[in-house]
T-cell receptor, first 113, second 112 residues
Framework: KQEVTQIPAALSVPEGENLVLNCSFT??????LQWFRQDPGKGLTSLLLIQSSQREQTSGRLNASLDKSSGRSTLYIAASQPGDSATYLCAVKGGGSNYKLTFGKGTLLTVNP | NAGVTQTPKFQVLKTGQSMTLQCAQDMNHEYMSWYRQDPGMGLRLIHYSVGAGITDQGEVPNGYNVSRSTTEDFPLRLLSAAPSQTSVYFCASGPYPREEQYFGPGTRLTVT
């Protein structure tokens, strides 16, 4: 059974700092991995999708990497801003006929002005 | 595009009542799914559909029914609400099951 773990559970940083959020998964037979952002009381906003054949994806100040063989992904946020404060969720899509997204429990990020 | 929309935003039910959570998307996506989010549990898949007329069970389907009569709509029915169904429910859609998934704003349900 696929399990997704996100470390740390919470992170507080000063504005301007570069930071890394970690995601690990137990079954490397994934189709893709998706990073989401969730603001309090809101839905999930897709940030980046990495296919299993890719090593990384970039969007603005965000860079996500994937090492499928070791079951790890990182989300790098450059020059963090208070508006980046949110919960960041990592989810993996299994291979074969398994269409389920398996989610981690998230990292709560607070960026202090 | 409105994207994925869900109604209602909030709902309070008494144990034993039934209701339908609505989900609609205007992106012509074939794949739609329902998740529930509980504190400390992460999001879990309830039901999904790979196209009109085709639905299947996810990880936690008990107590819920779905149908997919059109590409746009994917309602989730609670047959007889129980306090254990208190949760935040998210609908998602994507062009295909393995492509990027887009989530709605959620419905916060409380069963007393």
């Amino acid at each position: 059974k696929q399990e997704v773990t996100q470390i740390p559970a919470a992170l507080s940083v000063p504005e301007g700092e570069n930071l890394v959020l970690n995601c690990s998964f137990t079954d490397s037979a994934i189709y893709n991995l998706q990073w989401f952002r969730q603001d309090p009381g809101k839905g999930l906003t897709s940030l980046l999708l990495i296919q299993s054949s890719q090593r990384e994806q970039t969007s603005g100040r965000l860079n996500a990497s994937l090492d499928k063989s070791s079951g790890r992904s990182t989300l790098y946020i450059a020059a963090s801003q208070p508006g980046d404060s949110a919960t960041y969720l990592c989810a993996v899509k299994g291979g074969g006929s398994n269409y389920k997204l398996t989610f981690g429990k998230g990292t709560l990020l607070t960026v202090n002005p | 595009n409105a994207g994925v929309t869900q109604t209602p935003k909030f709902q309070v039910l008494k144990t034993g009542q039934s209701m339908t959570l609505q989900c609609a998307q205007d992106m012509n996506h074939e794949y739609m799914s329902w998740y529930r989010q509980d504190p400390g549990m992460g999001l879990r898949l309830i039901h999904y559909s790979v196209g009109a007329g085709i639905t299947d069970q996810g990880e936690v389907p008990n107590g819920y029914n779905v149908s997919r009569s059109t590409t746009e709509d994917f309602p989730l029915r609670l047959l007889s609400a129980a306090p254990s169904q208190t949760s935040v429910y998210f609908c998602a859609s994507g062009p295909y099951p393995r492509e990027e998934q887009y989530f709605g704003p959620g419905t916060r349900l409380t069963v007393t």
